[in-house]
């Protein structure tokens, strides 16, 4: 992957930060390292990468939470388009840790918020974060989840972590950011399952309203088609089977072929 992201354009952080998606809308897509490779091959001339500190492929950490009864899974599950999730999203690279909470309402429309999460390591997580008042951080984190999070903020605990790495693109017009995340691994904390997705690539397009877009003409192309893929929920129908997922084995078997390609 390295050879092909050598022969872009880089753009910077501070680049990036300039880049305002008023109407956002974002599409996942699901495919391979051997499709990506090609996606990478057709995309070049269109696309700028993300560079930070020379390194071109970041590696990401992120830990769910949920409460007892897993009750943002199966909201998720079940199909409710009104849902939350919190995780905590480490930039491994850049030392950043980030408390987030991801509300999707029913018009499809995701928004975030975050704060800086303090003291926390993501090359060693001691899986031991819990939101009481006994904690002595308890106060830092408290009035954000008040504001934010429909859940009690007492009942939550960490349910699955995930590594991956990710490449960033950008539009030379500057009217789309690509993600494209790989090397997915999943743990699951309470049972101890560990789940590696080895093939699979998660790409997210994420432009302003409903502008054109010269990847759309390339994953027609390849045939790469939309797909729904969200970490948490994967991640977690994945390493414990005793999770309700009728909804997504659908989803869950296309990803396993895949997986096997």
Do not use: W
Request: aromatic residues 8%; proline residues 5%.
């Amino acid at each position: 992957m390295i050879d092909i992201l050598s022969h872009y354009e880089p753009i910077t952080l501070d680049e990036m930060s300039g880049i305002r998606l008023m109407n956002r809308t974002d599409t996942k897509f699901v495919t391979t390292k051997p499709m990506l490779r090609q996606l990478l091959l057709l995309a070049q001339d269109d696309y700028r990468v993300q560079e930070i500190k020379g390194e071109r492929i970041a590696p990401y950490y992120t830990v769910y939470f949920d409460t007892p009864d897993y009750a943002m899974y199966l909201r998720h599950e079940t199909g409710h388009t009104n849902r939350q999730k919190l995780r905590i999203r480490s930039y491994v690279n850049s030392g950043l840790n980030f408390l987030e909470v991801k509300t999707k309402n029913n018009h499809g429309r995701t928004r975030k918020k975050r704060i800086t999460m303090h003291d926390f390591d993501p090359k060693c997580p001691q899986h031991n974060i819990v939101f009481r008042p006994e904690e002595c951080d308890f106060h830092l984190y408290d009035e954000f989840l008040t504001a934010n999070l429909r859940y009690e903020p007492t009942s939550l605990t960490e349910k699955v972590e995930n590594h991956f790495n990710r490449i960033t693109l950008v539009n030379k017009l500057k009217t789309e950011r690509l993600t494209i995340d790989f090397d997915l691994e999943f743990d699951n904390i309470g049972n101890g399952k560990h789940k590696d997705m080895g093939n699979i690539v998660i790409v997210e397009l994420k432009r302003d309203g409903l502008q054109p877009s010269p990847i759309l003409n390339h994953l027609m192309e390849l045939r790469i088609k939309p797909m729904g893929f969200s970490k948490y929920i994967i991640g977690s129908a994945l390493t414990d089977s005793t999770l309700h997922c009728n909804r997504i084995k659908p989803r869950l078997r296309k990803i396993e072929k895949m997986m096997a390609e």
